[in-house]
C-alpha cells in the first residue's frame, strides 16, 4: 500500500525549475491518485501552457514519487493555471503588486557586481560568464545580465538555448550551467543590430531589472558594456549599492583606458571591488609562459585605484572555443588553469564583502 499523505508531500517538494518554488507552495500540484497497483497519475498546473521545462518537471515529479514505498509506476499530466491564478502568482513572487527592483530593496542579501572595462576586447564578457559559473560552482545562486545591449554574448557563452518565459508580463530568466542571465540576444534577431539612443537604452535595463523575476539571488553580475557612457549612469541610478569589478589585459595601453572605468564607478559613488587581468600569459607545449600581451597592466591598474588584483587569467585555448560553444572553462576544460584562475578569483571575491549603506526603494511607475 501506497502511503498517499507521504506521495503528496514527497511530490510537494519538488521545485519549480524556473520559480524555484514548491509546487505546494506555488498551489501547481492538483491532484495525485495512486491505482490499487502501486502506479500514481500526478497532474500539475504549468504557469503557461507550453512551458519549456516540462520535461524536467516530469522527470522531477517521477523521481520524488518514487522515493516512497509501493509506488510502482508514475504517470503526470499537465493542465494550466487560469488567467486569476498566474496574476495572484505573480503578484506574490514579487512580494506586492508595486512594480519596483527587488535586488535593489533595503535587506536584499544579492551582491551586485558590475564587470567593466575602459575598452572592448579585453575578454569583460568572458570574465563575467566564467566567474559566474565559478560562483555557482562555490554553491551560490547568481544572475547574469548582459547589459552589453550592442555586443550581447552572454547567453552564448553560457550555452542558454532557449528564452525567457514570460508570465503576467514578467520575465523568468533562463538558466545554464546553475547561472540565470537576461539579455537583448533573446529579442533581436540575428540579422538585425540595436541602434538606440540614452532613453531607450535605459528603459531596457528598467525592464531586465524590475520586470525580470531574478529571485533573491546571492550574486547578480552585470556584463557592462565598454566605456563610460549611459548605461554606466543607468546602472549607477538603478543600483546604487553595485560594486565595480574592473578587467583589463596586461598591457599598459589597455590598462590606462581601464582606469577610466573605475574612475567613473567612484565618480558614482560605487566601491571598485578588484581588479581583474585577463590574458595575462600563454603556456606552451614547452611549459613555458609566453606573456603575449605584455606584463604588469593589472597590478599597475589595482595600485592606482588602491584595490586588489583578485586574480590574473591565462590565455588558453578552452576558453576561446568554449565560448563559442557554450561551454564555461570549468566544463570545458576542468582543473585546467584558467578554471583554477576563476575558482581562485571566485574565492576573493566571496571573502571581500560590500560596503554597507542605507538606500531607498527605487520604484518604477
Not at 507521504?6 to 495525485?32: F, T, W, Y
Not at 502568482?89 to 527592483?101: A, H, K, P, T, W
Request: net charge negative; proline share 6%; with cysteine.
Amino acid at each position: 500500500m501506497v502511503d498517499e499523505a507521504a506521495l503528496r508531500a514527497a511530490i510537494g517538494k519538488v521545485e519549480d525549475p524556473e520559480i524555484h518554488r514548491s509546487l505546494e507552495e506555488l498551489n501547481m500540484l492538483r491532484a495525485v491518485d495512486v491505482a490499487d497497483d502501486g502506479s500514481v497519475a500526478v497532474l500539475v498546473a504549468l504557469t503557461i501552457p507550453g512551458c519549456p521545462l516540462k520535461d524536467k518537471l516530469t522527470e522531477d515529479v517521477t523521481a520524488a514519487a518514487k522515493t516512497v514505498q509501493g509506488v510502482t509506476a508514475v504517470a503526470v499530466s499537465f493542465t494550466s493555471m487560469t488567467d486569476e491564478e498566474r496574476a495572484s502568482l505573480v503578484s506574490d513572487i514579487r512580494g506586492g503588486e508595486e512594480r519596483d527592483i527587488a535586488v535593489a530593496r533595503p535587506g536584499s542579501k544579492t551582491r551586485i557586481i558590475a564587470v567593466s572595462s575602459g575598452k572592448g576586447g579585453v575578454g569583460k564578457s568572458s570574465v563575467t560568464t566564467n566567474l559566474a559559473v565559478a560562483l555557482a560552482d562555490l554553491g551560490k545562486t547568481v544572475g547574469v545580465i548582459d547589459a552589453d545591449v550592442w555586443g550581447f554574448s552572454i547567453p552564448r557563452m553560457l550555452g542558454v538555448d532557449r528564452p525567457p518565459t514570460v508570465v503576467e508580463e514578467t520575465l523568468f530568466p533562463p538558466e545554464a550551467h546553475g547561472v540565470k542571465t537576461m539579455s537583448m540576444d533573446f529579442f533581436v534577431g540575428d540579422d538585425q543590430a540595436v541602434i538606440w539612443r540614452g532613453p531607450m537604452l535605459h528603459k531596457a535595463l528598467e525592464q531586465f531589472l524590475a520586470d525580470v523575476h531574478w529571485g533573491d539571488p546571492d550574486y547578480l553580475l552585470i556584463d557592462m558594456p565598454p566605456g563610460t557612457g549611459d548605461i554606466s549612469i543607468s546602472i549607477s541610478q538603478f543600483l546604487p549599492t553595485a560594486q565595480a569589478l574592473i578587467v583589463t589585459t596586461p598591457q599598459i595601453t589597455a590598462q590606462r583606458v581601464a582606469k577610466r572605468a573605475g574612475l567613473m564607478a567612484l565618480k558614482v559613488n560605487q566601491t571598485i571591488l578588484g581588479v581583474v587581468e585577463n590574458m595575462s600569459w600563454f603556456t606552451g607545449d614547452d611549459g613555458k609562459q609566453y606573456s603575449i600581451f605584455g606584463e604588469g597592466g593589472g597590478e599597475a591598474l589595482a595600485e592606482e585605484l588602491e584595490v586588489p588584483l583578485l586574480g590574473r587569467v591565462p590565455l588558453v585555448p578552452a576558453l576561446r572555443s568554449g565560448a563559442d560553444v557554450g561551454e564555461p572553462v570549468s566544463i570545458a576544460d576542468p582543473g585546467g588553469e584558467a578554471a583554477r584562475a576563476f575558482a581562485a578569483i571566485a574565492a576573493e571575491v566571496e571573502k571581500l564583502k560590500p560596503r554597507l549603506r542605507s538606500h531607498p526603494q527605487l520604484v518604477i511607475s
